[in-house]
């Protein structure tokens, strides 16, 4: 069960930064497509289906927030994350400012992963 839920978390991962940067390249071109009804909602559900693989792998292995520092690293970076998405698609005052923070939660995702692999806080870091 545990291989299972987290190949599904690895797919759900991969679609959601698949979607993030296609939805980020919209924006850059000031596609209308960026406000249809589906590419606005199919990302919550990916998401959601993200957060509980995410939830149950962390139960299953017993490595929570505030007991596993790399997790808890993990979360920090996914809130950060959530809010340069956020400004990066449609809250930023500016398209320069939008792409800004696109790239920025790019990053922020890159150490996510890097901390996932490494099971370091200090995530892509850990091999200086």
Same mark, same amino acid.
């Given at each position: ?5 987290? =190949?599904?978390?690895?797919?759900? /991962? ?6 993030? /940067? &296609? ?5 850059? $071109? ?7 009804? &589906? /590419? ?7 998401? *959601?289906?993200?957060? +509980?693989?995410?939830?149950?792998? +962390?139960?299953?292995?017993?490595? =929570?927030?505030?007991?596993?520092? &790399? #997790?808890?690293?993990? #979360? ?6 959530? /809010? @340069?998405? *956020? @400004?990066?698609?449609? $809250?930023?005052?500016? $398209? ?14 890159? &150490? ?14 850990? =091999?200086?």
């Amino acid at each position: 069960m545990y291989s299972t839920l987290k =190949y599904l978390h690895v797919l759900c /991962v991969s679609l959601s930064i698949g979607g993030f /940067v &296609w939805r980020g390249l919209l924006m850059m $071109r000031g596609s209308p497509l960026l406000n249809s009804r &589906w /590419v606005k909602t199919l990302p919550h559900v990916i998401d *959601s289906v993200l957060l +509980a693989t995410a939830i149950a792998l +962390a139960m299953m292995s017993a490595q =929570y927030p505030f007991a596993a520092p &790399w #997790v808890t690293a993990k #979360v920090l970076g996914l809130c950060a994350y959530i /809010v @340069l998405g *956020s @400004l990066a698609l449609k $809250r930023a005052p500016t $398209r320069g400012l939008r792409i800004a923070c696109w790239w920025a939660a790019l990053l922020v995702f890159g &150490w996510i992963v890097s901390m996932a692999l490494t099971k370091s806080p200090a995530g892509f870091f850990a =091999y200086q």
